[in-house]
């Protein structure tokens, strides 16, 4: 698991700031939503194309989360990255200069939809009341990427809770921008996963700073299950 170290100094400007350790600790379960971003074989199964050791950690703090969410009201929803023909053509630039031609390839072929790395990690608690959204972005609120805005708004929600991988891309991501269209973000401390404690701890540090409320998975679940 990652070693965990917000910033002493975030933590006091945030505490003068507002007056409280936490913002969204008080939950309206008809209108919170847990998303959890790219729990897929693709970044979970040793040696997948972009393979996240410590997201294999979090696993059962993803499940305990999901499994409290649905059993008070709340909505489950995973995302998937996706890459497929029109996202390779709308976002050519990160294709065309990220990546070497092997590994552009690879990344195509394995995140593309039906692929083997593609598919959600079979260790996740996910039951037929949840959803399965795909995204062919890092931040899921991208325009075009998926429709998952629309699947919230429909909903009435306006709160998330953001959990999976990686914690300084595609989780800080949504995360900034779901924030930014005015939703009310839980971003989970020890239930996002990165490649170093360095890159998950500045996520961190920049969510409490600006973007989110951060808890542990244990404030999660006793926010849920205390909720209205």
Not at 6 to 28: M, N, Y
Not at 67 to 82: C, D, F, K, P
Not at 112 to 122: E, M, V
Request: include cysteine; aromatic fraction near 8%; charged fraction near 20%.
């Amino acid at each position: 698991m990652h070693q965990i170290r917000i910033s002493p100094e975030v933590q006091a400007q945030v505490r003068a700031e507002r007056g409280t350790a936490h913002i969204f600790d008080k939950l309206d379960m008809r209108r919170t939503a847990h998303v959890i971003v790219d729990m897929q074989n693709g970044f979970m199964e040793p040696g997948a194309p972009v393979e996240v050791p410590v997201a294999r950690e979090i696993v059962s703090a993803v499940n305990s989360i999901s499994a409290a969410v649905r059993e008070r009201g709340g909505q489950n929803i995973y995302l998937r990255m996706t890459i497929d023909a029109g996202s390779q053509s709308s976002w050519s630039n990160w294709f065309a200069y990220m990546f070497s031609g092997a590994s552009r390839l690879r990344m195509a072929e394995s995140f593309a939809p039906d692929a083997h790395y593609w598919r959600l990690w079979p260790q996740l608690d996910f039951q037929a009341s949840d959803l399965a959204v795909n995204k062919t972005r890092f931040g899921a609120f991208v325009p075009g990427a998926s429709p998952l805005h629309e699947i919230l708004q429909e909903r009435g929600i306006d709160t998330l809770i953001i959990t999976g991988t990686l914690t300084n891309c595609c989780c800080e991501s949504t995360a900034r921008d779901a924030m930014q269209m005015n939703y009310k973000i839980i971003f989970v401390a020890d239930a996002n996963a990165a490649l170093s404690d360095a890159a998950h701890n500045a996520t961190l540090d920049n969510m409490l700073m600006l973007f989110a409320d951060v808890m542990t998975t244990q404030e999660v679940v006793g926010a849920v299950h205390k909720a209205g």
